[in-house]
Nanobody
Protein backbone atom coordinates (compact mmCIF):
# COMPACT_ATOMS: atom_id res chain seq x y z
CA UNK A 1 0.00 0.00 0.00
CA UNK A 2 1.41 3.35 -1.02
CA UNK A 3 1.95 6.01 1.62
CA UNK A 4 1.35 9.65 0.79
CA UNK A 5 2.69 12.41 3.00
CA UNK A 6 1.65 16.02 2.43
CA UNK A 7 3.53 19.07 3.63
CA UNK A 8 3.61 22.81 3.05
CA UNK A 9 0.34 23.94 4.58
CA UNK A 10 0.09 26.88 6.92
CA UNK A 11 -1.41 30.26 7.63
CA UNK A 12 -1.21 32.92 4.94
CA UNK A 13 -2.87 36.25 4.25
CA UNK A 14 -5.29 36.66 1.38
CA UNK A 15 -3.37 37.22 -1.83
CA UNK A 16 -0.44 35.17 -0.62
CA UNK A 17 1.00 31.90 -1.88
CA UNK A 18 1.74 28.43 -0.61
CA UNK A 19 3.27 25.37 -2.20
CA UNK A 20 2.03 21.98 -1.09
CA UNK A 21 4.07 18.84 -1.62
CA UNK A 22 3.08 15.20 -1.49
CA UNK A 23 5.74 12.52 -1.26
CA UNK A 24 4.74 9.00 -2.26
CA UNK A 25 6.38 5.77 -1.22
CA UNK A 26 7.08 2.88 -3.55
CA UNK A 27 8.35 2.45 -7.08
CA UNK A 28 5.16 2.76 -9.13
CA UNK A 29 4.49 6.47 -8.62
CA UNK A 30 5.04 7.33 -12.29
CA UNK A 31 2.28 4.97 -13.46
CA UNK A 32 -0.61 6.57 -11.54
CA UNK A 33 -2.51 9.80 -11.98
CA UNK A 34 -2.52 11.99 -8.89
CA UNK A 35 -4.92 14.54 -7.49
CA UNK A 36 -5.39 17.15 -4.82
CA UNK A 37 -8.67 17.42 -2.93
CA UNK A 38 -9.74 19.67 -0.08
CA UNK A 39 -12.32 19.70 2.65
CA UNK A 40 -13.44 22.80 4.49
CA UNK A 41 -15.21 22.61 7.87
CA UNK A 42 -18.82 21.56 7.44
CA UNK A 43 -18.42 20.99 3.72
CA UNK A 44 -18.04 18.02 1.42
CA UNK A 45 -14.66 17.06 0.10
CA UNK A 46 -14.04 18.55 -3.32
CA UNK A 47 -11.61 17.94 -6.13
CA UNK A 48 -9.07 20.72 -6.66
CA UNK A 49 -6.58 19.59 -9.29
CA UNK A 50 -5.35 16.49 -11.08
CA UNK A 51 -2.34 15.47 -13.13
CA UNK A 52 -1.93 12.52 -15.45
CA UNK A 53 0.60 9.79 -14.76
CA UNK A 54 3.15 11.27 -17.13
CA UNK A 55 2.38 14.87 -16.17
CA UNK A 56 1.25 15.83 -19.66
CA UNK A 57 -2.33 16.63 -18.65
CA UNK A 58 -3.55 18.82 -15.80
CA UNK A 59 -7.08 19.79 -14.89
CA UNK A 60 -8.66 21.98 -12.23
CA UNK A 61 -11.69 22.99 -10.26
CA UNK A 62 -13.07 26.08 -11.99
CA UNK A 63 -12.64 28.32 -8.95
CA UNK A 64 -8.87 27.68 -8.79
CA UNK A 65 -8.04 27.89 -12.50
CA UNK A 66 -5.41 30.51 -13.13
CA UNK A 67 -4.40 30.57 -9.46
CA UNK A 68 -3.32 26.99 -8.70
CA UNK A 69 -0.86 24.83 -10.59
CA UNK A 70 -0.41 21.09 -10.13
CA UNK A 71 2.81 19.43 -11.21
CA UNK A 72 4.75 16.28 -10.55
CA UNK A 73 8.35 15.11 -10.46
CA UNK A 74 8.37 11.38 -11.07
CA UNK A 75 12.08 11.14 -10.27
CA UNK A 76 11.29 12.42 -6.78
CA UNK A 77 7.98 10.60 -6.30
CA UNK A 78 6.41 13.95 -5.54
CA UNK A 79 3.36 15.91 -6.65
CA UNK A 80 3.04 19.62 -5.98
CA UNK A 81 0.27 22.16 -5.74
CA UNK A 82 1.38 25.76 -6.18
CA UNK A 83 -1.34 28.05 -4.84
CA UNK A 84 -1.22 31.75 -5.66
CA UNK A 85 -3.62 34.61 -5.03
CA UNK A 86 -5.12 32.68 -2.15
CA UNK A 87 -8.57 33.60 -0.90
CA UNK A 88 -10.24 32.96 2.46
CA UNK A 89 -12.54 30.48 0.72
CA UNK A 90 -9.48 28.33 -0.07
CA UNK A 91 -9.20 27.55 3.64
CA UNK A 92 -9.42 23.78 4.05
CA UNK A 93 -7.51 20.61 4.76
CA UNK A 94 -5.80 19.62 1.53
CA UNK A 95 -5.27 15.97 0.65
CA UNK A 96 -3.27 14.35 -2.08
CA UNK A 97 -4.54 11.13 -3.55
CA UNK A 98 -3.46 8.46 -6.00
CA UNK A 99 -5.77 7.02 -8.61
CA UNK A 100 -7.06 3.52 -8.26
CA UNK A 101 -5.77 2.18 -11.60
CA UNK A 102 -2.56 2.23 -13.56
CA UNK A 103 -2.45 4.81 -16.35
CA UNK A 104 -5.90 6.04 -15.40
CA UNK A 105 -7.90 8.65 -17.28
CA UNK A 106 -8.59 12.11 -15.93
CA UNK A 107 -10.97 12.05 -13.01
CA UNK A 108 -12.33 14.52 -10.49
CA UNK A 109 -14.26 11.83 -8.59
CA UNK A 110 -13.01 10.80 -5.19
CA UNK A 111 -14.10 7.21 -5.76
CA UNK A 112 -11.51 6.90 -8.53
CA UNK A 113 -8.75 7.45 -5.98
CA UNK A 114 -7.95 4.82 -3.35
CA UNK A 115 -4.83 6.07 -1.58
CA UNK A 116 -4.95 9.25 0.48
CA UNK A 117 -2.55 11.27 2.55
CA UNK A 118 -3.25 12.51 6.05
CA UNK A 119 -3.89 16.07 4.89
CA UNK A 120 -2.28 19.44 5.46
CA UNK A 121 -4.14 22.46 6.80
CA UNK A 122 -4.29 25.66 4.78
CA UNK A 123 -5.72 28.76 6.44
CA UNK A 124 -6.14 31.97 4.49
CA UNK A 125 -6.86 35.04 6.57
CA UNK A 126 -8.71 38.05 5.19
Amino acid sequence: QVQLVESGGGLVQAGGSLRLSCLASGRTFSTFGMGWFRQAPGKEREFVAGVSWRGATTYYLDSVKGRFTISRDNAKNTVYLQMNSLKPEDTAVYYCARQRTFYGLESDRGEDYNSWGQGTQVIVSS
